[in-house]
């Protein structure tokens, strides 16, 4: 009996010695990152699990928090990537209603065009539009560029973030084999926490779950179902930055067209696959960057493109609207298309025979070939493009549109109707479509230089160099909108001679107000039509309403976006503190718990120790008798 006190008590001290080191162990830790509190399972043993033995030593793990703190770590990063950038976007544009503010700015040459009405014989006046004009192209430029500056750094960053998400997944794989490779303990749970370290790393970066393996490696795939890590074989991340973006530079699945780079990730079997064009990256800092540089920043572009686009032709395009006229059973409209130019979109609205409406767009083009538009690059996205080749006469533009149009249209000339006077007429009778209205924004001067045709509209901002054309929205050699906000500049025929910005012809005089009256109201009143690629219209709508409101919208939408994202982020935080407060609950080392745990450990310690005394003790008594 004494025998099997003396074993006992020998085990139980192996047993306590083992758990006092465990504890050790984590007390020493405690501030140590991503280790995870260590656990020592003991065995029963002997007769009637008289016995004990030290068992295996653990990790104290909760897998559902666990997992859920990769999701809201990737859900922060995310958040945080979008929140920082939308705020650097916003900031941008000034503080709203500041002097120096892009609507501040708008308000001041609007202001000018005001004065300049009152008194168009001012020379002052005259030279203070000019330099609020210059100002006002030149803070859009200011604020475009910064838009492209943001995007080559988001480009810049993906290629960072790629790189440190590759280094991970070969780490994680580097890891699996270690671990399958071990048969100490302490080591094997040493290397475990390092690899849940590098997946919660990992998942910073892009969205990703874990399945264990019966060996105990760890199999890494995206939400969307490719697989990153196979126990020891890791994908391995690149990405093909392209540096410095420019405002054509976008994503296609076309390696010959692409202007931005790509991540491709290439399996251990050498296959290689586009992660953005199969969409397999959903969350993290990458899939943030990702939106920023495709989708975010490119439409803050648009819309400042847009801006630029309006402001130019609100001063230099006249609006031609058709007039209904019915011959017969025929209905339709007439309208002036004198002067239209490449780019001047004709937009002509039908409803079919079965009520469906829907628009036309006529798109005049001088190059060859035909260019290829994409409906996004116009105001209605869902508008039906039908390129028109002007030759230079009014009967070549007639021609062109009836051919365009189909034999269920009649196009003929209208000269009672104006220079460029045509007819559009359809049969509802025989089932053509109804037309419902035709219209279109000319361009109504020649060349830049052409300030004394009598017409109020003059191209006080043009497109590119000191010489400048002519802004007609033109796709003759791609779309001349696409970085217009970067080149739009103030013509130096105005800024040589600010007379232009009042006389209309050699017989007005230079008190004649009716020019700048023009182009205030143009500015501050008149309603244009913007594409609904700006967003601002909401989705896939046009949105209609003056230059002048048109930038305050523009400044209200990143205001909201930069808002909006900043919230997101603070509840994503949120999230992200209590996921984490629940894995250190469970996993985390606690020093009051372990005090605890060391006094008891003690205590059983010394009993473990008097028991093997005693038995000692009488066991010697025996052995004296």
Do not use: W
Request: net charge negative; proline share 3%.
């Amino acid at each position: 009996m004494s025998f099997n006190a003396i074993n006992t008590a020998s085990a139980g001290l192996k047993a306590t010695q083992a758990a006092i080191g465990v504890v050790s162990q984590n007390i020493a830790n405690v501030g140590t990152v991503g280790y995870t509190k260590r656990t020592l399972d003991t065995v029963s043993t002997g007769v009637g699990n008289s016995g004990v033995s030290v068992g295996t030593i653990g990790r104290a793990l909760d897998a559902a928090s666990l997992r859920q703190l990769r999701m809201e770590t990737s859900g922060a990063a995310y958040t945080g990537s979008l929140s920082a950038v939308r705020t650097q976007l916003d900031q941008l544009y000034g503080t709203p209603g500041a002097s120096t503010a892009l609507d501040g700015v708008m308000n001041d040459f609007a202001q000018s065009l005001q004065a300049l009405a009152s008194d168009p014989t001012s020379a002052p006046a005259r030279a203070t539009v000019v330099t609020k004009a210059a100002n006002l192209a030149s803070t859009i430029g200011t604020i475009a560029q910064g838009v492209q500056d943001l995007r080559s750094a988001t480009e810049s960053q993906l290629g960072s973030d790629t790189a440190k998400a590759s280094a991970y997944l070969a780490s994680i794989a580097k890891l699996n084999t270690q671990i399958t490779g071990t048969t100490d303990e302490g080591a094997r749970a040493s290397l475990l926490d390092q690899r849940d370290q590098a997946v919660t790393g990992l998942s910073a970066f892009l969205d990703i779950q874990t399945v264990d393996q019966r060996d105990g490696t760890l199999t890494v795939i995206t939400t969307s179902g490719m697989t990153l890590v196979d126990r020891g074989a890791a994908a391995i991340l690149s990405f093909d930055g392209r540096g410095t973006l420019s405002p054509d530079s976008g994503y296609t699945d076309n390696a010959a067209t692409r202007g931005v780079g790509t991540i491709t990730a290439t399996t251990p079997g050498g296959s290689k696959i586009d992660l953005i064009a199969t969409q397999a990256i959903r969350s993290g800092s990458l899939a943030a960057g990702i939106e920023l540089r495709d989708s975010v920043l490119p439409q803050a572009q648009r819309q400042l493109d847009e801006l630029a686009a309006g402001l130019s032709r609100s001063l230099s395009d006249r609006s031609a609207m058709g007039t209904p006229v019915t011959t017969g059973t025929s209905s339709g409209f007439d309208i002036d298309l004198d002067g239209l130019k490449a780019g001047n979109a004709v937009t002509v609205s039908v409803r079919d025979a079965a009520g469906t409406q829907r628009n036309l767009v006529l798109m005049p083009y001088t190059s060859d070939p035909a260019p290829k538009i994409d409906p996004q690059d116009i105001n209605d996205p869902t508008a039906s493009i039908i390129p028109i080749k002007l030759t230079g006469t009014n009967a070549g533009l007639r021609d062109a549109i009836q051919t365009a149009l189909g034999a269920s249209f009649s196009v003929t000339s209208q000269p009672s109707a104006g220079t460029g006077g045509l007819r559009i007429l359809t049969d509802p009778s025989s089932g053509a479509p109804t037309l419902l209205g035709v219209s279109a924004s000319v361009t109504q001067l020649k060349d830049p230089n052409d300030f004394q045709s009598g017409a109020a509209q003059i191209p006080l901002f043009v497109d590119g160099n000191k010489k400048g054309t002519l802004y007609t929205g033109s796709f003759d050699g791609g779309s001349q909108l696409t970085g217009f906000a970067q080149r739009i500049s103030v013509n130096q025929a105005v800024v040589s001679n600010t007379a232009n910005l009042v006389t209309l012809s050699s017989k007005t005089l230079a008190s004649d107000a009716s020019r700048p009256q023009y182009l205030y109201q143009a500015l501050t009143g008149a309603s244009r039509t913007f594409a609904a690629a700006s967003g601002i219209g909401g989705v896939a709508a046009p949105y209609t309403a003056s230059v002048q409101d048109f930038a305050q919208r523009i400044i209200d939408a990143q205001g909201a976006g930069a808002a909006s994202a900043q919230d997101l982020d603070e509840g994503q935080g949120i999230a992200l503190a209590t996921a984490q407060s629940r894995v250190a609950s469970v996993s985390g080392v606690s020093i009051d718990e372990e005090m605890s745990k060391l006094v008891q450990l003690q205590t059983a310690y010394s009993a473990n120790a008097r028991v093997l005394t005693a038995a000692r003790d009488l066991l010697d008594t025996l052995l004296r008798i």
